[in-house]
């Protein structure tokens, strides 16, 4: 153990405490986010990062001259569209989530430090904290350019941040108010 | 402190949730006025189209389709509209162009942008940016942005620029294929 959080100054504890806090808040917004904008389902985080969501009517190839196609559209239909993130703007979320996620795994794993746990559970819990969003991202990717059925390894990614999070928050939390010694 | 510094950096280039300025439905019944039918016309455009696009405005659809929405009223033509959409580092923004049958600009609306951007778009409205488009030939350069800069600031400016880009894209994709 770097440092043990367990006995260390109340304003480290307190400094934890609320950045987990925090971090739990944005966490839960962010799920209410992916609730509202790509869903929870391997087929609605598909839609969301598949090609096949791009344009439904969209041909692989160029044509050799340009075809018009036109047909009858009700008023509802050209509304909102559904939430698609093309390349483009998963260039762009990539971009600017990545490091974040980084900034964020780098946090939980300092106070990883400060547990008391073996050698091997803090590397595979550190391991989690990154890998969720690598997993998140690649998956994005993969359901864009290879398949939609990679979707899974989005949710996989999604799950695994909740999951990183929620061991670190609850082991440092009883750690570091209730197990003392 | 690189920590620090590196979570402020991210901080400050997050793109901030999408927020819709104007309904779609709302810029349809206003860029469309009597409209009560309307029909999507899909432009599949060729390489060489294209191309064409490219070389008139320096931007083509990602998807190599154009896709103009176009309202009737007991079979006669109202006009025409298109969502354009632009991006840039602080996210994208969304605009509707409506075009009267004479192919002149009608209207534009911004029906999306950001959290962050909606308010240097909202001073970019309020100093009349989109009037500035009103009744232009798609062959002219849309100059919103110069006639509102005396009034706005700096971010609201840089906005105003971004809708005159979606603008230009717009009527180049009007002038070149609609028919």
Redesign the interface.
């Known amino acids: 153990m770097l440092y043990d959080l367990r006995n260390s100054d109340l304003r480290v504890r307190w400094l934890v405490t609320l950045l987990l806090a925090t971090l739990g808040t944005s966490y839960l917004f962010g799920a209410w986010?992916v609730g509202l904008y790509a869903g929870f389902s391997t087929s609605k985080v598909a839609e969301t990062y598949g090609s096949s969501g791009?344009?439904p009517?969209?041909?692989q190839m160029?044509?050799?001259?340009?075809?018009?196609?036109?047909?009858?559209?009700?008023?509802?239909?050209?509304?909102?569209e559904q939430h698609h993130v093309?390349?483009?703007?998963l260039v762009?979320?990539t971009?600017?989530?990545m490091?974040?996620y980084?900034?964020i795994a780098?946090?939980l794993s300092v106070i990883v430090l400060g547990l008391s746990m073996s050698r091997a559970s803090g590397l595979a819990l550190i391991g989690l904290l990154f890998a969720a969003p690598w997993l998140d991202f690649a998956g994005m990717w993969l359901t864009k350019i290879v398949s939609p059925r990679f979707a899974v390894v989005t949710l996989a990614g999604g799950w695994a941040m909740a999951l990183g999070y929620g061991i670190v928050a609850a082991v440092a939390t009883y750690q570091m108010w209730w197990r003392k010694q | 402190m690189k920590l620090i510094l590196c979570a402020v950096t991210a901080a400050l280039l997050h793109i901030t949730p999408t927020v819709i300025m104007v309904k779609r439905q709302d810029a349809v019944a206003h860029l469309l006025p009597g409209a009560d039918q309307f029909a999507a016309r899909e432009l599949h455009l060729s390489s060489a189209d294209s191309k064409k696009l490219h070389d008139a405005v320096g931007w083509e659809p990602p998807d190599g389709v154009v896709t103009f929405y176009v309202g009737k009223h007991q079979d006669q033509t109202m006009g025409a509209l298109i969502f354009m959409r632009v991006d840039c580092q602080h996210g994208p923004i969304e605009l509707a162009i409506g075009y009267d049958p004479r192919g002149t600009v009608r209207g534009v609306e911004v029906t999306k942008a950001t959290v962050e951007m909606k308010p240097w778009i909202l001073e970019a409205l309020r100093a009349g940016l989109t009037n500035a488009y009103n009744g232009m030939a798609t062959t002219q350069a849309p100059n919103g942005a110069a006639k509102v800069k005396p009034q706005i600031g700096a971010m609201p400016d840089y906005m105003a620029e971004l809708v005159d880009k979606g603008v230009m894209h717009a009527n180049a994709a009007y002038r070149l294929f609609y028919k």
């Open positions: 986010m791009e344009a009517m969209v041909m160029p044509p050799e001259t340009t075809v018009v196609a036109e047909h009858a559209v009700s008023m509802g239909e050209m509304g909102d093309d390349k483009d703007l762009q979320d971009h600017v989530h490091p974040m980084a900034v780098a946090a």
